[in-house]
């Protein structure tokens, strides 16, 4: 099965300090002027102002209008990173993404199968199932492990061999190596993206009722 790997999706980072950088570099060009304006109208015609005092006065003037020059060009890149940013996120409806979700579902009996996906050869894995309540309804564990995706199925009964109620289930998954140290893991979920909202300052994607950050998504499913 082909897969598409994608790194973690950057969220451009827009805050109110670009826009109160250039109000305080606008008003400190305006002060500037009033004062040099001032200047200009006070002196005594006939004892000049020094023309070394006055170049160096036009010089920082300058420096001013650069920043602030900058900063409008900086703001306006933002804003375009921002929108573009915002037409990438809905490229993702209707696509089948992986997320890092351990979330099981029972239905009518049936439940979802628990992925995971342990970064280095394991030991022992040992996968616990949850209810809402927190209580333990199961129990798994495996030895040598290799690393990679691993699927499980989970037949929504619990320990004893009860049905489970329908719901949401939520499976741990940790794993060990030889030495009895912890090796990293994720639970996998392939989820189709439902929609997008764009309230908040990055685009949050709609899946199943529940929202995922742009840079929780690492693979889209081909």
């Not at 994608?6 to 500037?32: H, R, Y």
């Not at 499980?152 to 940790?174: K, W």
């Amino acid at each position: 099965m082909a897969i598409t790997s994608t790194s973690a999706v950057g969220t451009p980072t827009t805050t109110a300090t670009t826009a109160t950088t250039k109000e305080s570099v606008s008003q400190s060009k305006d002060d500037f002027l009033r004062m040099l304006v001032a200047q200009l109208k006070q002196q005594d015609p006939m004892s000049p102002q020094d023309p070394t005092q006055f170049t160096q006065q036009m010089t920082q003037f300058s420096m001013l209008e650069q920043m602030l020059n900058m900063n409008s060009s900086m703001t306006s890149m933002v804003s375009g990173q921002s929108s573009s940013y915002k037409v990438a996120a809905t490229q993702y409806i209707g696509k089948t993404v992986r997320v890092d979700d351990s979330r099981l579902a029972v239905s009518n009996g049936a439940g979802d199968a628990m992925r995971f996906r342990n970064e280095q050869d394991a030991a022992m894995v040992a996968i616990t199932v949850v209810d809402s309540n927190g209580n333990v309804v199961q129990t798994h564990q495996f030895a040598n492990v290799k690393a990679g995706e691993h699927v499980v199925p989970f037949d929504a009964v619990d320990s004893n061999g009860q049905a489970l109620a329908d719901g949401t289930y939520i499976y741990d998954v940790r794993a060990i190596d030889e030495d009895q140290n912890p090796i990293q893991t994720s639970t996998i979920r392939d989820v189709v993206v439902d929609g997008v909202n764009f309230e908040g300052n990055e685009p949050v994607l709609l899946i199943g009722g529940k929202r995922y950050a742009m840079d929780e998504v690492y693979e889209i499913r081909m």
